[in-house]
């Protein structure tokens, strides 16, 4: 707490002669329709594409490590399994979208596939913290929503670093006033280093794990009418992983992952005051020998009844079915959302109803209120509930019977002033979903009894500092994350904290450093296992425009070389001492070139 205030009073001294960094002034995620950033009530963190491509990271992990509330698990290096946790949530409270479909793996244990998912394409990402399932149904205590190019300049890009790191990407397209086309291209591949190695040893001696990625989307609109909108995405990823077993760097395995989306949607300005939305999307995913189906159609009605008021309605039917076999269920939802300014106050409600065929219909909802200080401050207070479903894997595994959705509700207090922005927020679960492997060959899924509780401070700073010709940008976040005794669940620290700062002084170039600490973080529950935490790790990068269509890059990542890892492969036996631990890569240099055509 002492860290928080500190970092507060030294926000509230400079910015007087800062000034605020510009975010997007038109969102999507909050409402499932298009909001100005003012009347989002939850706290929320937009990432541009120009921020991506400024801290040239490589993956969506690499991204989302800084935001507020987030921290990331991985299983070693590009492509390698990866847990989201928000607010206390694993991957299975976090609603990952692209462009609106969900991206949840119904063939997995919950969540979406993130390492998996490119950033060459990317847009903007929108996340919202706090429970959404009011307004995005299933495993939505917190949202991702991933915005991939829909038009803008021609674009290519190559880039080559260590362990054989290639990656080389295109963008191009082209627009009228009746149609417009957008087609993105990127390939990724490297030697990889060993996933797993032995605790406190270098990468040396052991075989390389490989990666490959490769992925292709096409978005296409035209307006046959006017007013109306027909709009098509399609969306390819093809990727191989190698990877290791977790009591042997030595011993490779390997997997295809093939994961396709497909959406077409008519959009229509029926009066000046209402739009339609008609849609119908999915995801087909291949992984591990299994394909599943994830299909939604549905329709939605927006009615802007004021300058600031609107009213958001939608139907929508979802399937999950596990393709070559009779594994599926349905969900019908009903949702409204609604949001209301009276002067310098903001009020947002939402609802919705999921009729599910094999589990316990659920009703879940949220309700927020910001009030505008001077200057651009605010203050906010938000309440929801969410629920996840189980996956298609989870309900019909093995000896697994009467499964349920997990439930959660949560609430968080907002200041924002001066460009810093502190949060607290709480959330509590029930009903967790969870593996219970002691009666193999009959192991299980089951809801474990009591609640999870999560409760914390989230911090963000984002200013411009004029004087000295330098972006800077602050995270910090402090948690306690427990199950029904009161003991520490795995792999959530108690703190982390981010500082990046970027020079632009020089005449064409621009420099910049990220480092990134992680607190006190336990492999196993109950601050059992291994601590793993306590480490800071630094990355260092460049840009230098050659010319205006140019852009010369370099990365430096882990430039300290630092030992950690994200978690423990294996133990030596009856011990809290690791074995094996997934393997970070240690310091790692790219280079590379960005172009418009």
Do not use: C
Request: net charge neutral; hydrophobic share 30%.
């Amino acid at each position: 707490m002492k860290k928080t205030a500190l970092i507060l009073a030294l926000a509230a001294v400079t910015a007087p002669v800062f000034a605020e960094t510009e975010l997007p002034q038109v969102v999507v995620t909050a409402s499932n329709s298009e909001q100005s950033l003012k009347t989002v009530t939850s706290p929320m963190t937009i990432i541009t594409e120009e921020e991506i491509k400024e801290k040239q990271a490589h993956s969506l992990v690499e991204v989302l490590r800084g935001v507020p509330g987030i921290t990331i698990k991985g299983n070693g290096g590009l492509g390698s399994s990866s847990t989201i946790f928000m607010r206390g949530q694993g991957n299975q409270g976090t609603l990952v979208l692209i462009d609106g479909i969900e991206m949840t793996n119904p063939l997995g244990t919950g969540g979406a596939r993130i390492e998996m998912i490119p950033v060459a394409d990317i847009q903007r990402i929108e996340i919202i913290q706090g429970p959404q399932s009011g307004v995005w149904g299933s495993g939505a205590a917190g949202v991702i929503n991933i915005i991939t190019k829909k038009s803008g300049a021609n674009t290519a890009s190559a880039e080559f670093g260590s362990y054989g790191f290639k990656q080389i990407s295109t963008s191009f397209g082209a627009q009228t006033p009746k149609a417009g086309f957008q087609v993105n291209l990127s390939s990724l591949s490297t030697d990889g280093y060993s996933r797993i190695k032995a605790y406190h040893h270098s990468n040396d001696g052991y075989e390389n794990d490989a990666f490959q990625q490769s992925d292709l989307s096409f978005s296409f609109h035209v307006k046959p009418v006017k007013n109306h909108q027909l709009s098509v995405f399609l969306k390819q990823t093809d990727a191989y992983t190698e990877y290791d077993y977790t009591t042997d760097p030595n011993k490779l395995a390997f997997t295809d992952y093939t994961d396709t989306l497909r959406k077409i949607s008519l959009n229509s300005q029926l009066s000046p005051k209402l739009s339609s939305e008609l849609y119908a999307q999915d995801n087909q995913l291949t992984h591990y020998g299994n394909e599943g189906l994830t299909t939604q159609t549905g329709g939605k009605l927006h009615f802007s009844y004021n300058d600031s008021d609107f009213l958001n309605l939608e139907i929508q039917n979802k399937n999950l079915h596990q393709l070559y076999s009779s594994k599926s269920y349905d969900d019908t939802s009903y949702s409204a959302n609604n949001t209301n300014r009276f002067g310098q106050f903001v009020i947002t409600e939402a609802i919705r109803q999921d009729n599910f065929n094999r589990f316990k219909d659920a009703t879940t909802g949220k309700v927020g209120a910001k009030y505008f200080l001077p200057q651009e401050g605010y203050i906010s207070a938000n309440y929801g509930t969410a629920y996840n479903a189980p996956t298609l894997y989870q309900a019909t595994y093995k000896s697994t019977q009467n499964l349920k959705p997990e439930s959660s509700t949560g609430y968080d207090l907002t200041l924002s002033k001066f460009g810093a922005t502190i949060t607290y927020f709480k959330q509590v679960t029930e009903d967790a979903i969870s593996y219970d492997g002691r009666n193999y060959p009959n192991d299980k899924y089951y809801n474990a009894d009591g609640r999870n509780t999560a409760e914390g401070i989230e911090f963000s700073y984002q200013r411009t500092l004029e004087p000295i010709s330098t972006d800077l940008k602050l995270s910090y976040l402090t948690q306690t994350v427990t199950d029904k005794k009161g003991d520490w669940l795995a792999l959530r620290p108690d703190k982390t904290a981010n500082i990046e700062l970027s020079y632009f002084g020089f005449n064409k170039a621009t420099i910049g450093i990220d480092t990134s600490y992680v607190g006190d973080k336990y492999d196993k529950s109950g601050k059992k296992g291994a601590n793993i935490g306590n480490y800071f790790v630094t990355d260092l990068f460049a840009n230098y425009a050659l010319t205006r269509a140019v852009n010369l890059k370099a990365k430096v990542k882990n430039l300290f070389n630092e030992d950690y890892t994200d978690a423990v492969a294996s133990y030596v036996s009856n011990t809290n001492t690791p074995k094996y631990v997934y393997n970070n890569g240690g310091t790692q240099i790219f280079v590379g070139i960005d172009g418009k055509f």
